[in-house]
């Protein structure tokens, strides 16, 4: 997916999780662009691969995970061969930060927040203590967090301003690529509302460009330019917000959409039945094939390549045609 000002270009990512049930493919050969300014939603169910692939780009793996791919370039520059030492100089928060799931649960109870980001910045650049501490006041205000709380211990605040806090200390380093994962699953819809649309004003103050990763589609709807759509591992569609909803082309993403429920039309919520693969003996050909309700013998041998339609609109499905809008 060639997009001229590509500002994150992955080709062909792999992570492999060994279990004591043998190697789990949790991601299995995605290729995407993000292009620059962009905001780019990931959704798909649990298990998908969403954080896998987020930690697999910034080589954040856990110890059993293992990674290859053909090239990651960020800001022009790929980090396929980059040193460790390199990466946390050069790239990671400075260049492309990231806000892990659950990050609420990320700050150290035990150090006041302030020194938290003191010491975050000092991981990667020299920066004296009062400056730090100056542009954290700021960011804490620009998402609506008192900056006395610099003061307080991640305890004494809560879920959501700890999440706030997290995207501020995210964006310390002015990165240019943020990724976040999960940032308003937990939180009650107020917050959650309150988030999005603190991240909309973050984007346009720091030209961001991001990853959104949420199992939640009207999230995405809300935030995103254009939607990446994860199955079983596999990126199988990619499309901009409004063909994603409007013209979906993989029977996966057709049924995610029907999921989601619309008050206005009284339409009843219809979920996708079956369960996502076992990720450790995934079914031959398409993954989804079990699922999918139109399901031909080819989809059980053959596993179909995410393929280019008109519109900028990809999709992995044997039977692709049937859905393009023409
Ligand atoms: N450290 C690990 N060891 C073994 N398997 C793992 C590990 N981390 C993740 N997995 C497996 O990899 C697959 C992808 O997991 P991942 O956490 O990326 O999914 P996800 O799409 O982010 O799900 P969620 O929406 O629940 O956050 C799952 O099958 C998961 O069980
Ligand atoms: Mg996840």
Not at 170 to 193: F, N, R, S
Not at 231 to 248: C, H, Q, R, T, W
């Amino acid at each position: 997916m060639p997009s001229a000002t590509s500002i994150l270009s992955v080709r062909d990512l792999h992570v492999t999780f060994s279990t004591p049930r043998g190697p789990l493919y949790a991601v299995q050969g995605i290729s995407f662009d993000l292009g620059e300014g962009e905001t780019m939603g990931l959704v798909g169910e649990s298990g998908s691969g969403k954080s896998t692939l987020a930690l697999g780009i910034l080589r954040l793996l856990p110890l059993n995970g293992k990674w290859t791919a053909k090239s990651i370039s960020v800001m022009g520059q790929d980090v396929v061969s980059m040193s460790e030492r390199d990466l946390n100089s050069a790239v990671r928060w400075t260049k492309l930060a990231y806000v892990p799931q659950a990050s609420q649960n990320a700050l150290d109870p035990l150090y006041r927040v302030g020194d938290q980001f003191v010491e975050t910045v000092a991981a990667h650049a020299k920066v004296e203590r009062e400056d730090v501490l100056k542009k954290a006041g700021t960011l804490l205000e620009q998402v609506g967090v008192d900056p006395a709380k610099l003061q307080s211990y991640p305890w004494e605040l809560s879920g959501g301003q700890k999440q706030r806090v997290m995207i501020a200390m995210a964006l310390i380093l002015e990165p240019k690529i943020v990724i976040l994962d999960e940032p308003t699953t937990a939180l009650d819809t107020i917050i959650q509302a309150q988030i999005l649309e603190l991240f909309k004003q973050m984007r346009s103050f720091q030209k961001l460009s991001s990853i959104f990763i949420s199992h939640d589609i009207s999230v995405i709807s809300n935030i995103a330019d254009r939607v990446g759509v994860m199955y079983a591992g596999s990126l199988v569609e990619m499309a901009s917000v409004s063909d994603i909803f409007k013209n979906p082309i993989h029977p996966y993403t057709q049924g995610l959409r029907e999921s989601v429920p619309d008050v206005r039309k009284n339409k009843p919520i219809s979920f996708i039945p079956g369960t996502p693969p076992d990720m450790v003996n995934p079914p031959p050909g398409c993954r989804f094939h079990p699922r999918c309700p139109y399901v031909q013998e080819v989809c059980k041998k053959s596993d179909p390549p995410l393929l280019p339609y008109p519109g900028d609109h990809y999709a992995a499905c044997h039977f692709a045609e049937r859905w393009v809008k023409q």
